[in-house]
């Protein structure tokens, strides 16, 4: 039988080493607790009533796999956590000044609405961060710590990052007034010599960069994907100076 805890309140707790996986929380409020080495994995969250959680620790939870609605941790402290397999982007779930330090999270979506003031340590891959594109005429703003966050191969989709704390490692770009250098950029572009096919790549790029205030590069991720010669070519035309980085 599963673990059911319902339409209660869980205060000052401290729960480690259990095994909760499959329990259902439903209609609960948790504040003041901490949960260490716990199996959460194919629990549900939230199912017909809001559930919370509130200044609460997760300290090496397997979160693998689980399914939730209607939750909202509030200044949350996730620590070695494992997100694996489990979908961060539902519409009524919600992370607000939360640290996640060095969890296992890649392959994720973030809604940027329902994920705001929150801080990421360790490396994290194959993420997007999206806005609300049906808020036409305005980005949302992600306001959000990646300071010691490695990040690779992410997107910032329908969205406002001139207020992140970008990575504090030399492999990242972070440029801002973005709009403007992009229009001297096309300046520069059509003066080149690139090849028709880099031409029309670099057109692609810069358009779809076009309407970003802001926008964070991982050095590393645009040579692999573009190749050196491409990238040096990219940043120049942004009047970025990479001499230091594309060693």
Do not use: W
């Amino acid at each position: 039988m599963k673990n059911l805890f319902i339409s209660n309140e869980l205060r000052d707790i401290s729960v480690c080493g259990e095994n909760l996986g499959g329990a259902i929380f439903d209609g609960l409020s948790v504040g003041n607790a901490k949960f260490i080495q716990c199996d959460f994995s194919n629990a549900r969250i939230g199912l017909r009533k809001n559930v919370s959680f509130k200044n609460t620790v997760f300290q090496k939870v397997d979160f693998r796999s689980v399914g939730q609605v209607n939750a909202v941790y509030d200044n949350c402290k996730f620590i070695g956590c494992d997100f694996r397999g489990t979908r961060l982007d539902d519409l009524s779930t919600k992370y607000f000044s939360c640290l996640f330090d060095k969890c296992k999270i890649t392959d994720q979506k973030f809604l940027v609405n329902n994920f705001q003031k929150n801080t990421i340590i360790g490396k994290i891959s194959e993420v997007q961060f999206i806005g609300d594109n049906q808020r036409l005429g305005k980005l949302d703003e992600l306001n959000l710590n990646l300071s010691a966050c490695k990040i690779s191969f992410f997107k910032f989709i329908n969205c406002d990052i001139s207020n992140i704390v970008p990575p504090d490692f030399s492999n990242y770009i972070f440029i801002k007034n973005l709009k403007i250098k992009i229009q001297k950029a096309n300046e520069k572009l059509e003066l080149d010599d690139l090849s028709a096919v880099n031409k029309k790549t670099m057109e692609r790029k810069l358009r779809h960069l076009g309407g970003l205030d802001a926008y964070l590069f991982n050095v590393e991720d645009e040579i692999y994907i573009n190749g050196l010669e491409f990238t040096e070519k990219f940043f120049f035309y942004l009047g970025v100076d990479t001499a230091c980085l594309l060693k």
